[in-house]
């Protein structure tokens, strides 16, 4: 064990990288959880690497763009993506012209993820999941539930949740979360798989009935998770730090010890906390786990719910 | 009174010398971006994103707040100037403006738009501090169904925009609609049109539209011509709006700051809205409409107060609900909680000083804009009198560099100049532009408010007249689209009555 | 026949083409009904609008009578060299950007439109290039440090 940790940190002060500034390409806008993750990072990479972190954006296409971009880029080191899980799943298998697949990528690091609860609005008759499953059953295909995106974390929650539960729900696609955030507040949707961010900060405006992670959450303590009602139901959208499958060995192992240093800092934890996330580390063995696990869950629910059919 | 209490600490976290350098830098970098075409405020954010991390967090706001409204101030600039509008929000800008600037009034255009815009800007942050919370609700009323007809209504004033032919801007403007479907639904997840190009799955850009229809278009028009030998001379004491002038725009500004303001509260491309309803407004009220399109000032002072006024609105929904109205608002959400500010409805009574130093910096901000503006606009015609061969391949380089900046995408160069040459035609044909951009900026949010509006009462149209405010906006949509009809039912009667008389005499 | 007429009817078959292709388009994605419109509602409807406009802006040019143009479509007989010459000069920019770098290709881009459309000095057309190309360089690579390509020479 101590052989090959030392064979580990002899290759990492050997290691002629990095030369110079890295890019991380973040392919969503600024502002959003992948930058508010990089840019608190930032500074602890800097100081670990040596060297400067340039951010760019390449929104567009909802991830695709960068991730399309990326996994054409020099395999060097010098380039890193943010990426969402299960978007780098499902992109490649529902968009037609996307020039990416998931395994183009290896993932250096996850950093943390969002847990996606379901909220309903201030004046809806339920108060709990249980409540709310009963009026579901009652009016099937009339609760109107919003989330972001066809394809994406909310849908595929709102699926989940309606496999495990047998009720059918009304999925509303709006286009940002701001929106759905908005529609929640107004009362114009019933209810809504949405992120814990969202649940932080509109907490004394909706109804929170349950989030999706493992325990409670610090910022939601009075909130139920799934497991605790007795649902086996995670629903959570995961972000970290990729790079293209051909970057050596080497330079992947210094990447993910600089990563690793950093979120495993205690205040860089609780900034994560504090806007609304849950901090994780992992490295890249266990996000290739991760992924893996969620490849084969996202693909159970596909046949449950033959959703590839030929796109007319 | 607790206002004054407020107000004073917000003066107090205000004026130490790091925020009003800040505040400095923010309106500076703002204005130039807002002048350059392309470079839209959430670039200069994202560029100075990582020097507010060492600094408080209302340092951080105060900055990143002026560069959202200095922005405002600049794109103004140069739909007067070029005919090149700074963002979606200045195309109206250019209809009148470009014109007066044509007549050597550039700078009384300039002038309008500078000061229309720092009182509307004053307006809107009197409206910040004392109305946030209850227009926050209002704008929580706004769901798809409203959003839908609100839409529709927009599109509809935009035949007033037209100052040739009603059916030929309706028809640019049907025609942005449809290139506003190209991209990828949201809704059902299907590519329209996309050919197989990433670059299209979010849409036609609308900076390579106005970049190409405008700024391209006009330019290779321009080229057309020889040598211009009319060389728009200005006198220094043009340079200011005489007493004419104020006297013409005084009350489109009052209108135009309150349009704006209330249109801002509500998240989406408020600036866009309330610049050209303030237009079609000001065009329905003013006793000589048929004049609007030809250097009309009232056509710059409403649309250039409505826009920057609906950007002190945006700031509501941040404060009051964490939610941001738009993405550059979203920038600053981002910065909230990169410095660990947690936002929603508790944010104004748990920061106190963060709102109210932010709010007095905007009235800081928007004077420091005023006294920077003015000066300027002395150097700004000085550069309309630079020889107009010298002049166009600098324009040029700039709208390419705008639209290459964006996404470092040739896909969207070569987008913008299709939009050249068909804008160039377009101009020959006598077909207006302002509806095709406008159309193509609202468009799709029209059309996702309509599907998930109708997903939402499962099927049922009802939906628009169900719900109030909604209902209010079909009916003025109705109104609206009948209203050209009556006066031309009216002249036919009169036809009809002349030649009956005719033959009876 | 003035040429009004001509140039609305030349528009209004544009027009009436282009509309006629969304519609036909819709019909390859899902156009929906009314009470639940797919991704075509949108394209099928609004082209079909924009066909009838079109049908009508043509009626419109045989119905009544319009004023006469005396001038045709160039304003001068060698106006479509220049207007070619600049469509052409912005292709080449897009194309040549990557190999090239920012600076060259603004240079080259500057120093073409200066010298050929409406021809000035050597002397001038070089100092306005070189100083825009400099000018351009230290505002948005420097400055404002924005992503610029490098060309193959490096800069």
Not at chain 1, 93 to 100: E, R
Not at chain 2, 312 to 340: D, Q, R
Not at chain 3, 56 to 66: P, S, W, Y
Request: with cysteine; net charge positive; charged share 15%.
């Amino acid at each position: 064990m101590l052989a090959i940790l030392s064979i580990f940190t002899m290759d990492a002060t050997a290691l002629d990288f990095p030369k110079g500034p890295i890019n991380y390409w973040n392919p969503f806008n600024p502002g959003g959880e992948v930058d508010i993750a990089a840019r608190a990072m930032q500074p602890y990479l800097e100081k670990n690497l040596g060297v400067p972190l340039v951010v760019n954006y390449f929104p567009g296409a909802g991830g695709a763009l960068c991730w399309s971009k990326l996994s054409a880029a020099k395999p060097d080191g010098y380039t890193v993506g943010g990426f969402s899980i299960p978007h780098i799943i499902l992109q490649p298998m529902f968009m037609k012209d996307v020039a990416f697949k998931t395994d183009d990528f290896v993932i250096i690091t996850i950093v943390e993820y969002t847990p996606i609860g379901l909220a309903v609005k201030k004046d809806f008759k339920a108060n709990s999941v249980k409540e709310f499953i009963e009026y579901a059953r009652a009016n099937p295909g009339k609760v109107n539930c919003g989330g972001v995106g066809k394809f994406s974390g909310h849908h595929f929650a709102t699926l989940q949740f309606m496999k495990l539960t047998g009720v059918n729900l009304n999925y509303a696609t709006f286009t940002g979360t701001s929106q759905v955030q908005t529609a929640i507040l107004g009362g114009h949707i019933d209810a809504a798989f949405t992120n814990s961010t969202v649940l932080v900060t509109s907490r004394d405006q909706i109804k929170v009935l349950a989030v999706g992670s493992p325990e409670r959450m610090s910022q939601l303590s009075d909130v139920s998770t799934f497991k605790e009602l007795g649902m086996e139901f995670y629903p959570r959208i995961a972000r970290g730090v990729m790079v293209p499958k051909a970057v050596p060995q080497e330079i992947q192992a210094r990447l993910e010890k600089a990563f690793l240093d950093t979120i495993s800092k205690a205040e860089f934890k609780v900034k994560m906390e504090q806007a609304g996330f849950v901090p994780q580390v992992m490295g890249i063995a266990e996000s290739q786990k991760y992924l893996d696990a969620e490849t084969k869950l996202l693909n159970k629910l596909i046949q449950d719910y033959n959703l590839l059919q030929p796109t007319k | 009174m607790d206002l004054t209490n407020y107000i004073l600490l917000g003066v107090q976290t205000l004026f130490t010398p790091t925020n009003i350098l800040f505040c400095f830098i923010g309106v500076v970098m703002g204005t130039l971006v807002g002048v350059l075409p392309g470079l839209g405020p959430t670039a200069a954010i994202a560029l100075l994103l990582p020097n507010t991390f060492h600094v408080s967090p209302v340092s951080a706001i105060i900055m990143l707040a002026g560069i959202y409204y200095g922005a405002m101030y600049g794109g103004s600039t140069t739909s007067i100037l070029v005919n090149i509008p700074g963002e979606a929000a200045s195309v109206i800008t250019c209809l009148d403006g470009y014109k007066m600037a044509q007549q050597g009034r550039a700078g009384p255009a300039l002038g309008i738009a500078a000061f229309g815009s720092f009182i509307a800007g004053t307006i809107s942050v009197l409206g910040l501090m004392l109305v946030a919370p209850p227009l926050a609700k209002f704008a929580l009323a706004f769901g798809p169904a409203e959003y839908f007809s609100l839409m529709l209504m927009g599109i509809v004033i935009l035949i007033y925009l037209a100052a040739g032919s009603m059916l030929k801007a309706l028809m640019m403007g049907i025609f942005g609609l449809l290139l506003g479907t190209i991209g990828m639904d949201a809704i059902s997840g299907t590519q329209r049109l996309t050919f197989g190009i990433l670059e299209l799955c979010d849409g036609v850009g609308f900076i390579p539209a106005i970049m190409g229809l405008f700024g391209v278009a006009e330019v290779i028009a321009n080229v057309e011509q020889a040598i211009r030998t009319d060389v728009i001379t200005t006198k220094v004491k043009n340079l200011l709006p005489n007493l004419k002038d104020w006297k013409d725009s005084f009350w489109p500004i009052i209108r135009g700051s309150f349009l704006g303001f209330f249109i801002g509260v509500l998240p989406g491309p408020a600036p866009v809205i309330s610049s050209f309803s303030s237009y079609a407004i000001e065009k329905k009220l003013s006793k000589t409409p048929e004049k609007f399109g030809t250097g009309m000032i009232q056509g710059v002072a409403g649309p250039e107060s409505a826009n920057n006024a609906a950007t002190g609105g945006a700031f509501i929904p941040l404060f009051t609900l964490g939610i941001p109205a738009n993405s550059v608002i979203a920038v600053l959400l981002g910065a909230f909680m990169i410095h660990g500010i947690q936002p929603g409805p508790m944010l104004i009574s748990k920061y106190p000083q963060l709102f109210w130093g932010t709010v007095m910096s905007m009235y800081l901000g928007n004077a420091m804009l005023l006294i920077l503006n003015l000066p300027l606009i002395g150097l700004w015609v000085q550069v309309l009198k630079v020889p107009y061969p010298i002049l166009f391949p600098l324009i040029l380089l700039f709208c390419l560099v705008g639209v290459f900046s964006l996404n470092f995408s040739q896909v969207e160069v070569a987008l913008m100049i299709g939009f050249g040459v068909f804008g160039y035609l377009a101009r020959k044909f006598q077909f207006e532009m302002a509806p095709l951009v406008l159309a193509l900026v609202i468009g799709p949010m029209m059309e996702n408010s309509l599907r998930l509006s109708l997903i939402i009462s499962q099927g049922s149209p009802w939906i628009f007249i169900q719900h109030p405010i909604s209902a209010a906006f079909i009916f003025i949509t109705l109104v609206l689209l009948i209203s050209p009809l009556v006066p031309w039912i009216g002249r036919r009667r009169k036809k009809l009555r002349e030649k009956v008389e005719g033959e009876q005499i | 026949m003035g040429k009004v007429q001509n140039q609305n009817r030349i528009a209004a078959l544009f027009f009436l083409f282009t509309g006629l292709f969304f519609a036909l388009y819709a019909r390859t994605v899902e156009i929906g009904t009314f009470t639940e419109p797919g991704p075509g509602f949108m394209p099928f409807f609004g082209g079909l609008t924009l066909a009838g406009m079109s049908i009508a802006l043509l009626f419109g040019t045989f119905i009544r009578k319009m004023t006469e143009l005396g001038s045709s479509f160039f304003p001068q007989k060698d106006s479509w060299k220049r207007v070619v010459a600049v469509f052409l000069a912005l292709i080449v920019y897009n194309l040549v950007l990557h190999h090239l770098g920012f600076t060259l290709t603004t240079f080259f881009f500057i120093f073409f439109l200066v010298k050929f459309i409406f021809p000035q000095s050597l002397k001038r057309t070089l100092m306005v290039a070189i100083l825009s190309a400099l000018g351009a360089r230290l505002l948005f690579i420097s400055f404002l440090e924005t992503q610029l390509p490098k060309g193959f020479l490096g800069f």
